[in-house]
């Protein structure tokens, strides 16, 4: 119903005769405005989406973020064509609030939790150490390339060299989980790039607003350096203890949504976005606390709501980060256009330069350590494509445009401009040929057979028991513990229908069961009938339950033994 | 990440050790401040629904809506005691724009057809010609109350009164369907009520800013009236017009998402939104237009996408819709509380009065003119119940509200109040027990068996048939050449795969198969086994295929004949 409108239709209304034909027509654009350019922005995307994937063999080739990007490059220059000054440069505020948390729900809700805590530690190495590697890596050798002096670059001092460093060297989870879900690497080596991506979040914060901080200080003192070190400890842990509480909470209160199916899958995205706005409200690490919360929730919420709600959950969540993923983006591409940048090729051309050396070298060193205490090494082709792999994104981008006012700031966002796109253009387009070509392994598309799932379970045991007696505690005796809390404790508390879970195997098994039958009815025609088998202990024949029958049919073993 | 900080975290840490520990944490409420508190409110809007529902008895005696306004109530409460000011009011912006859209959708959406179409010259008489009947009875009657010198309101004019009157006399979509939803009255009743309170919005659009614009004329020429009428069409068959064309372009657009099924559910509610948004930008229906958008996409997308997304669109519109209905009674509830109310009880009253009466006999004369051409006449039953029905919600609140500045705006503002705590809470929780008392027709609660649908079906043909021969070109012939047009054209242009549609009672019979197959397998123990009969022409005997065996068994017709 159009209410806001101006006076101008009561205006136009009152001169009468003459303007009554307009009257029947009036536009008022400034009252949906808001609503109306956020939805053609989403169709826009959308859209691209489509068309992209109606000429089948380009997607193949171009991952859909160059493509993506690409688009919002074109609609940039429309724009900056158009209106002659800068097209508006993605807000900071929309990415961080609106645009992030949708991805990193979807990637905590379905990461897969068993690869990634079985190399937590080696994730956690690369996320912590190798960020900061990179970040005074890069720093140092930038200042070093600052004092050539046909560079005119000596007005840059080490602390801006380091701040920007810290905001470059963080791997993006949004660049990354868009190339490598298309390339289809193993399991293993996917989480370690994508975890790593994830949990660098702490440390860039860090990072980031230390020496941020240390740059409109007067002095430095080693106090300052300790409280750094000290506060990311709280932002990491801070931020999981509160996407735990939020998870955990979650958990319990969807154990009461029974009567009103209707609103369950509303608090799976509730809680989880409270967590990480409530991270972000103390300067925790919001992408932690969401993360934390969804893998913490999921298996208690996906017990206690419908299946529906489930598929309804998935689907949507799924859909969202996609939007958001793809509006990031064409973002991306419209706020590349205009005249924020100062070019200055070589601290450009170094600053590319740098970021892949000490990303290549922070890999190389780090795993050496990692595969001096793991039996199951990372191959030295799996280290080249972790490496390579370091895609920089919108977080960077949007951390560069949050920079104070300085004046060299042009020169940062110039070169963090590049840096993304050449990461994202370069080397995430050819990053799959190179998969290719060192013949990675790639990921198993077949799930787990029921004997594997056995084995694999009979395993955990048989490990958690060795651990036990040999005394050392490694991750087989913590998962055993944390098994046995979970049953004794959490469930009765967050599961709404507590009596001893059904084992895993056997849920499994009605879950082929089940979907076996969709398949057969789907795939049967009008003249064929749904019947169940059953070899009932107490009769010596089979019985079959036809639904088209009232009654059951019985079959003399001599019918079947013959058969078989 | 918690970036747009102030400097308030570096000045801490500028201070040195003493303020060391407050910079490990620091809170920034404002940054997040807008999404938090959303969010909030809808978790707020949540837990109140779950509340209700653990005491079962609670939501079987009073509608949910009087519950909501209740918690409403209480929260404005506490806000007026703490902050000793009125609690903030409905913004009419955030209603028309973010609360009433999805609620529409919805009600659009899953709008049964066949009962919509089939009393459509019905419902339009009481949505026009009713909504027209009340404003002027309210207006006048109003007008004539305020001649009483007694009262102290001879400064109301004729003009405000019918302004007023145009504003409370339409039904409210939102409360008739959260109290017709719980109460199970028969379909033709609901969709009587339901359809007029949906609408009548072009209609009140119309007149609410015909005399809002006649308020500030000096004059009225007998042009501006014609004008008003004719705008009536304008706006209605408009917003129609523009619903259809975001409908039919809905649908086609899903004919090109298979190779991305991720993003399928979101067209629909990206091109509804839209629809509604434009219809509202040029000041026409956006009630119609959204309306109308959902249901002309509706057979088209259902077939377009896959069963998930479709899941995943009823689903979330659902739980949309019943989020946003929770959080306008909420509202309500707390924009009541307040000192935005002026009190003349002899204004409030005989509008309550009014209302009731001018309703009454409004239904009654139209319903004399319904049932004289129609051989299923509408009940002296159904008539007290649609009289009855017809409850004032959010929507009159937000006009009340977007009324300009005249002196005896706040009376308006407490009689609109009233009325719509009267109508919710009173008709709304005794209109069950008199469902119940006088025995009105409920609703069946068993879907349509084959035979029944294979009736309707023949009946169907069979009518169009005879109309067509009689020359009475009646809804039947209308119908079958609509479904002619459909094949024919809409389908091909509109469905991915257009081969010749299976007919609705395969499909029926394909879903009944499939849901079967699903319950047989879910109550089937490990020891049972899938099998899938069927009876090959071009075999003598039937194959029984089971999914734990490879190879079929052959069962020779003498297994089976001794039992059929």
Known sequence: MPLLENISWAAEEAQGNESSEHAFFSLDYQHVQVPFEI????????????GFHLYNKLPSVVPESCLLIFVGLIMGGIIYGLNDKSPPVMDSDIFFLYLLPPIVLDAGYFMPSRPFFENIGTILLYAVV???WNVFGIGFSLYGICQVKAFHLQDVSLLHNLLFGSLIAAVDPVAVLAVFEEIHVNEKLHILVFGESLLNDAVTVVLYKLFRSFCEMPTIKSVDV??????????????????????????????????????????????SYLSYLTAEMFHLSGIMAIIVCAMGMKRYVEANISLKSHTTVKYFMKMWSSVSDTLIF?????????????????????????????????VLVLTFFVNRF????????????????????????????????FHRKKLFIAATTVVILFTVFVQGMT?????????????????????????????????????DISGHWGQYYWKDKLEYFNSKYLQKILLREYD????????????????????LAEAGQLGSNICLLEWPSHLSQAVLLCHSSPQPFYLPESAWMAQL
């Open 39 to 50: 939805t053609l922005w989403i169709m826009l995307a959308s859209l691209a989406k489509i």
């Open 226 to 271: 300790f409280v750094g070190v000290g506060k990311f400890f709280v932002v990491g842990l801070g931020g999981v203890l509160v996407g735990l509480t939020f998870g955990m909470t979650a958990a319990f209160t969807t154990r009461f949504t029974k009567e009103i199916r209707v609103i369950e899958p509303l608090f799976v995205f509730l809680y």
């Open 500 to 519: 001893q879970p059904k084992s895993s195997i056997v849920l499994l098994y009605e879950k082929l069961e089940r979907k076996h039958a969709i398949e």
């Open 330 to 362: 064409i973002f991306l591409g419209v706020s590349t256009i205009g005249e924020n940048h100062e070019w200055n090729w070589p601290y450009i051309c170094f600053t590319v330069i740098f970021c892949l050396i000490w990303r290549a070298l922070g």
């Open 374 to 405: 793991h039996v199951n090494t990372i191959t030295s082709k799996d280290q080249f494509i972790i490496a390579y792999g370091g895609l920089r994104g919108a977080i960077c981008f949007s951390l560069v445009f949050l920079l104070p006012d």
């Open 431 to 467: 990053i799959r040929p190179l998969v290719d070509l060192l013949a990675v392994k790639r990921k198993r598309e077949s799930a787990p057979t029921v004997g594997e799932q056995i084995h694999i379970r009979f395993l955990d045991h048989l490990l958690a028991g060795i651990e």
């Open 130 to 132: 190798g960020t900061i």
